[in-house]
């Protein structure tokens, strides 16, 4: 792991990834892609000529890993010729783009995970589900379509769970639970609409409800602490 790349300017190392191809015998293994980028989402085409997939600089990957993107960077949607090493872009727009699929017709499929409306996209312009879909796959004929959506869930601030030895009771709390001094009620990193705006809610034991008694759109509170 000591030759990965860092970020430029963190201290975090890439997570990169190429595209190989290679026979079931592990014969005649070969890179598709570009050293040090990252490419993933490999298909093959019909004809078994040709890989696509989604492609982006490493630099890029700092941005759009994250679920909610504060600065995203497009990326591409390439098709690479297994016997020559071609690599060529898909005429498809603009956006975070990943999951492709070439349907028939060479129309091609692809997520979406920024911008105001996320979801299925078509290169001839139409749109599918939208929504934040993190996988996607279409049927042989492309007619059918079954996907993974991201749903938003709020967890309740006090869920009991299964414990191994009965005479210990555990529970799910939201993040960095402190108790008052009294122990009937716990302050936790409240819930953030969008990458930033955690902020600091109380509840009591045992109950489902909650009050965020401090927020802030702009930054994010980490650990909330009860003083005496």
Not at 43 to 64: F, G, H, P
Not at 96 to 110: C, E, R, T
Not at 137 to 151: C, E, I, N, T, Y
Not at 174 to 196: H, I, L
Request: positive net charge.
């Amino acid at each position: 792991m000591s030759n990965l790349l860092f970020a430029h300017g963190r201290w975090e190392h890439l997570q990169l990834a190429e595209l190989y191809v290679v026979r079931p015998d592990g014969s005649s293994l070969k890179r598709l892609t570009p050293h040090r980028d990252f490419c993933g989402s490999p298909k093959w085409t019909a004809d078994s000529r040709r890989i696509v997939a989604y492609c982006m600089t490493a630099e890029q990957t700092l941005d759009n890993r994250r679920a909610v993107q504060e600065h995203p960077e497009d990326t591409r949607i390439v098709s690479v010729d297994v016997n020559t090493g071609t690599m060529s872009d898909l005429p498809v727009g603009r956006g975070v783009k990943f999951n492709p699929s070439v349907l028939s017709g060479d129309v091609v499929a692809y997520i979406r995970k920024d911008g105001d409306a996320p979801g299925i996209f078509y290169s001839n312009g139409t749109r599918g589900p939208a929504g934040e879909i993190r996988a996607a796959s279409w049927s042989p004929d492309g007619q059918h379509l079954v996907f993974h959506k991201r749903v938003a869930f709020q967890r309740k601030p006090w869920v009991r769970t299964w414990s191994r030895d009965p005479q210990f009771e555990l529970t799910l709390t939201s993040g960095g639970p402190s108790f008052s001094p009294a122990g009937d009620r716990f302050a936790f990193v409240g819930p953030a609409t969008n990458a930033k705006g955690a902020g600091v809610a109380v509840a009591t034991v045992g109950s489902d409800g909650s009050q965020i008694v401090y927020s802030d759109p702009t930054r994010n509170i980490l650990g909330p602490l009860d003083y005496p």
